[in-house]
C-alpha cells in the first residue's frame, strides 16, 4: 500500500512560485499514475496535473504554461513547480496515486493529507 506526504506549500504573492512535493514509500512509485488534485473552500475537489507512466504529462486548462509536473523515480518523489501563480490557485493541494491509467478522482487509490497554498493578490 503506497503512502504519499505532501510538502512544499505556504503563503506566497501572486506572481510569485512554489514547489510541492509528494514522497511515496511503500509500493513501486514507477509503476502508479501520479497526480496532482486542489481543492478550494466550497468547491469540490478538482484535477491539476497528471503525471502518466510513460513520461508524458496533463495539464487542466487553468494552470497550463504555469505549472510543471515531474517525478524522480529514483527519489520516489512526484514534483509540482507553480510560476506565475494566482489567488484563485488557493486550495489545499493533494498528491494521489492510481493503478490505472485515468484521470478520475474516484480511480485514485492513494491519496497524501494535503498541503495549503494560499496566494495573497
Known amino acids: 500500500q503506497v503512502q504519499l506526504v505532501e510538502s512544499g506549500g505556504g503563503l506566497v504573492q501572486a506572481g510569485g512560485s512554489l514547489r510541492l512535493s509528494c514522497t511515496a514509500s511503500?509500493?513501486?512509485?514507477?509503476?502508479?499514475?501520479m497526480g496532482w488534485f486542489r481543492q478550494a473552500p466550497g468547491k469540490e475537489r478538482e484535477f491539476v496535473s497528471i503525471?502518466?507512466?510513460?513520461?508524458?504529462?496533463s495539464y487542466a486548462d487553468s494552470v497550463k504554461g504555469r505549472f510543471t509536473i515531474s517525478r524522480d523515480t529514483a527519489k520516489n518523489t512526484l514534483y509540482l513547480q507553480m510560476n506565475s501563480l494566482k489567488p484563485e490557485d488557493t486550495a489545499v493541494y493533494y498528491c494521489?496515486?492510481?493503478?490505472?491509467?485515468?484521470?478520475?478522482?474516484?480511480?485514485?487509490?492513494?491519496w497524501g493529507q494535503g498541503t495549503q497554498v494560499t496566494v495573497s493578490s
Open positions: 494521489a496515486a492510481s493503478s490505472w491509467v485515468t484521470m478520475r478522482l474516484r480511480d485514485y487509490n492513494y
Open positions: 503525471s502518466w507512466i510513460d513520461g508524458s504529462t
Open positions: 511503500r509500493g513501486t512509485f514507477s509503476s502508479y499514475t
